[in-house]
Each structure stands twice: as structure tokens, then as C-alpha cells.
């Protein structure tokens, strides 16, 4: 027995060795992880370094909240972080740095798809938080008041009412929009004038979105 042991302790002593820098290369590291609103998923940062470029790199990636069970990566980086839950667990907002750019606020629905850029500002975000309603992104960046004024960009509005002669006199819109994908729609209730002058109240409902160009759009009515 004691021959056995110095054995095994002869042998594990001539593989070991120090970690060197190389070594370093090769670590794999989590960060931030977060659970969903149900607490049956986690999504989390995976760190790895690029030693050819010099940098760290980072992706999302997702799992369910049990023992064993396999991660699955959700976007390829190479510099996305920040993963935040929507409040129904359908969506993930995070950050995302493009090269040479600045992060920006993307959203990635949870059953698929691409990511989808929500900004576009000339400074960088640096931290995400959901409202509690869900239907909106709070942010904190450097980004002055003019600078929002060169990034605005121009509203468009379709209405099957309005090209039918009919003009808006008033308006009054819904405070709780609700999410549809990487669209908002805002139950509205309009007040029209009809072409021979009469007067006519509707109820509807108006898509905003932010592709290619904002958009909003009537969608019932």
C-alpha cells in the first residue's frame, strides 16, 4: 500500500506545474448571469480571450435553472453583455459593442431569431435596466441633448382613415403599450372629421416601430 501511494505521488508530481501566462489563454469565464421572471432559465456572459487580437471576448448564452443541464449561446459576440430580462421572459435586451463602435441596446427574442438594434446614439450605453411595466428601457450614457437631435430620425405615419379624407382633430393614446416582438402597439382613441364634415369617435390600435426608419402605422380598428 505505501508503494502504491508513493507511486501515485511520484506521477502526479512530474505533471504538475505552475500556471503561466499561456495558460491564461484558455480560461473560460462566466459573468452576470441573470434569471429569467419564471426562474426556469439563466442567461449569462461567457468570457473568453482572443490572443491573436489582444482583448477579452464575451456572447450570451442561456440555460435551463437545473442541475446538469447544457448551456446554449444565443448570440456570437464578440463583445455583447448586459443580459436584462423583459418582464414576461419573452425578450432579452443587451449591450453590444460592433467593432471599433460604441454599445448600443439590442433586443433578442428568447424563441429565436436576430438580434435587433433598439439605438443608435453616437456615444456609448453603458448600463440597462426594464421598467416594471415592461414597455420601456432605461439607460445611462454620456449622450447629450444634441446629440439626440442629429440622431432623431423621421416619423412616418399610416392611416387608412387619414387617406380616406378623414383629418384628425384629436387624440387621446393609452398609456400601457404592449410588446409585440421588437414592435410597441399603444391602444389610441381618435377623433375624426369625415370628408362631408361629420364628426366620428373610433377606437384603434397604433404599431410603433423603429425598422428601417420609426414607423407608426394603424393596425385595427
Known amino acids: 500500500m505505501k508503494r502504491l501511494a508513493l507511486i501515485l505521488l511520484f506521477t502526479t508530481s512530474a505533471f504538475a506545474r505552475n500556471i503561466t501566462e499561456k495558460d491564461l489563454f484558455r480560461f473560460v469565464w ?13 442567461a449569462f456572459v461567457r468570457v473568453t480571450v482572443n490572443e491573436k487580437k489582444d482583448r477579452y471576448e464575451t456572447e450570451l448564452w442561456v440555460m435551463p435553472a437545473t442541475p446538469g443541464a447544457a ?20 425578450m432579452l435586451a443587451f449591450l ?14 428568447t424563441d429565436g ?13 453603458s448600463s ?12 445611462t450614457a454620456s449622450t447629450k441633448p444634441e446629440d439626440l ?22 387624440y387621446k393614446a393609452g398609456e400601457a403599450g404592449k410588446l409585440a416582438g421588437y414592435d410597441m402597439n399603444y ?4 377623433e375624426l372629421k369625415s370628408p ?16 428601417p426608419e420609426l414607423l407608426v402605422s394603424r393596425q385595427e380598428g
Open 128 to 139: 440597462i435596466a426594464w421598467a416594471p411595466t415592461g414597455n420601456t428601457i432605461a439607460f
Open 149 to 170: 437631435e442629429k440622431r432623431t430620425p423621421p416619423i412616418h405615419v399610416k392611416d387608412v382613415d387619414w387617406n380616406g379624407g378623414f383629418r384628425l382633430v384629436s
Open 187 to 190: 391602444p389610441v382613441v381618435l
Open 30 to 42: 462566466v459573468a452576470d448571469p441573470q434569471l429569467s421572471p419564471d426562474g426556469s432559465q439563466v
Open 113 to 125: 431569431g436576430e438580434p435587433h438594434a433598439l439605438t443608435s446614439l453616437t456615444r456609448a450605453i
Open 96 to 109: 453590444r459593442a460592433p467593432e471599433n463602435g460604441k454599445a448600443q441596446i439590442y433586443l433578442l427574442r
Open 71 to 90: 448551456a446554449r449561446r444565443l448570440t456570437n459576440g464578440p463583445a455583447d453583455s448586459s443580459p436584462r430580462w423583459s418582464r414576461d421572459g419573452k
Open 196 to 211: 362631408k364634415g361629420n364628426s366620428v369617435k373610433k377606437n384603434a390600435v397604433y404599431t410603433v416601430t423603429t425598422r
